[in-house]
Nanobody, 125 residues
């Protein structure tokens, strides 16, 4: 059974930092491209960042470029999202996902095969 479990969310003040983790079981992360998405209340799910299977390529939505960093440790079957300089508009449920598609960097949710349940990130002003 495939499971992606996110952790590291919480409440932080604007300007603060959080590091999200996505631990996989029942799935070999090293053969999947991985992505982070977020969904704020009343809004559609939004692509945040993606990383290729070997970590050689990363992609970000414009609103987080320069503030967020996606990385992976295939030996630990884990993907990370380092979030710095957080803003209130970053408040959302953050989910990780695994994609076997070459077009994973497009951020289209339909290209992702497996999803985690998400972790809440709340940024206060």
């Amino acid at each position: 059974q495939v499971q992606l479990v996110e952790s590291g969310g919480g409440l932080v003040q604007a300007g603060g930092s959080l590091r999200l983790s996505c631990a996989a079981s029942g799935l070999t992360v090293s053969i999947y491209n991985m992505g982070w998405f977020r969904q704020a209340p009343g809004k559609e799910r939004e692509f945040v960042a993606a990383i290729s299977w070997n970590g050689g390529s990363t992609f970000y939505v414009d609103s987080v470029k320069g503030r967020f960093t996606i990385s992976r440790d295939n030996a630990k079957n884990t993907v990370y999202l380092q979030m710095n300089s957080l803003k209130p508009e970053d408040t959302a449920v953050y989910s990780c996902a695994a994609s076997s598609s070459y077009a994973y960097y497009s951020g289209r949710t339909g290209l992702y095969n497996y999803w985690g349940q998400g972790t809440q990130v709340t940024v206060s002003s």
